[in-house]
């Protein structure tokens, strides 16, 4: 089995700053592309960034130039750095991983999310 588990959220001023992280472990062959998810209160769970094992980073308009993704592979992890928030970056935060576990075993695993919320 593999778990994920998301951490770094909390509440921030608009224009601060905030940066999650997210830990896959378990039985780990081989993990594809990570992404971050969010899903605001009475709205749909939206892609906001995935990145892949080179690091290559694709992000929603809304938060390019804001937020960063990046990953450490050793560690399975990614990152995502987050600045200049907004009160609309307000959302539960997901953390979704593409793994490999075997030669017969590929799925995606989900963190519980980290709530994120941006506000005066």
């Known amino acids: 089995q593999v778990q994920v588990v998301e951490s770094g959220g909390g509440l921030a001023h608009p224009g601060g700053s905030l940066r999650l992280s997210c830990v896959a472990s378990g039985r780990i062959a081989t993990i594809y592309d990570m992404a971050w998810y969010r899903q605001a209160p009475g709205k749909e769970r939206e892609l906001v960034a995935y990145i892949t094992p080179s690091s290559t980073a694709n992000y929603i308009n809304s938060v390019k130039d804001r937020f960063t993704a990046s990953r450490d592979n050793a560690k399975n992890t990614v990152y995502l750095q987050m600045n200049s928030l907004k009160p609309e970056d307000t959302a539960v935060y997901y953390c979704?991983?593409?793994?490999?576990?075997?030669?017969?075993?590929?799925?995606?695993?989900w963190g519980p999310g980290t709530q994120v919320a941006v506000s005066s």
């Open positions: 979704n991983a593409d793994v490999r576990s075997d030669p017969f075993t590929r799925r995606d695993y």
